[in-house]
């Protein structure tokens, strides 16, 4: 009975797509991919709890802000819905991407996955003030390109031991995405994607940079092993 059920249910999702004009179909999709993304899980946690994160902090709806303000059990919260929904926009384009349309099946994933970012970013639920993105891309990459997060994770993860800022490692994480894809022999769609993302990222960013250029950003002083490690030698 269940197999017959989930036989019929796949006969009806594919008679349902196949019913759409390509274009329709795309504009569906990418659509869906951005009202994903414009759910904001540091937003939604927070009216379950009473509070709007917007308005503490950094004022920045995302993971940091969200451990800053509300511990490591929210924020991890928050990362797992905003990773979460950006893998859900991926696949969910992917697998109702019309054959034969002109944008291939990749294609789709690609600017799904961008859609939620942007949608992250600017979420249509919240009044259009949201996160920087950096979650969704990643829950992207985790559908498109699950083996460029190990190189992701290695660059983010030095320059946040060694310098504390978390604004900085995301930048020059996401920074290296376009060599990896460079390195990789990656095709057009790959590369652009790379190109695009480490912009976007560099852009939503960019008050962290400025910041840090004036010696104003938050150091997550905890974070600085190498630093800990040196002062702790010389005492």
């Given at each position: 009975m269940h197999a017959a059920a989930h036989f019929s249910l796949a006969v009806y999702d594919s008679d349902m797509t196949a019913s759409?004009?390509?274009?329709?179909?795309?504009?569906?999709?990418?659509?869906?991919?951005?009202?994903?993304?414009?759910?904001?899980?540091?937003?939604?946690?927070?009216?379950?709890?009473?509070?709007d994160i917007r308005m503490l902090g950094s004022g920045n709806a995302g993971g940091t802000n969200a451990m800053r303000t509300q511990g490591w059990k929210f924020a991890l919260g928050v990362?797992?819905?905003?990773?979460?929904?950006?893998?859900?926009?991926?696949?969910?384009?992917?697998?109702?991407?019309?054959?034969g349309a002109p944008l291939s099946v990749t294609t789709h994933g690609y600017l799904a996955a961008g859609l939620a970012v942007v949608g992250h970013v600017w979420p249509l639920w919240h009044g259009f003030r949201g996160g920087k993105g950096a979650a969704t891309l990643i829950g992207g990459l985790l559908v498109l390109w699950p083996w460029s997060l190990p190189l992701l994770l290695l660059v983010w993860g030095s320059v946040l031991v060694t310098t504390g800022y978390v604004g900085l490692s995301t930048v020059l994480a996401m920074a290296s995405l376009p060599l990896w894809a460079w390195w990789s022999d990656a095709g057009p769609n790959r590369m652009w994607f790379a190109i695009a993302a480490a912009l976007f990222i560099a852009f939503t960013h960019r008050s962290n940079l400025q910041r840090l250029r004036n010696g104003s950003e938050s150091r997550f002083a905890r974070a600085r092993l190498l630093y800990r490690l040196h002062r702790r030698d010389q005492q």
């Open positions: 759409l004009p390509p274009l329709v179909l795309t504009t569906v999709l990418l659509l869906v991919a951005y009202l994903l993304g414009s759910v904001s899980g540091s937003l939604v946690l927070g009216r379950m709890r009473g509070v990362a797992l819905i905003d990773v979460g929904k950006g893998m859900l926009a991926t696949w969910f384009a992917q697998r109702w991407a019309p054959l």
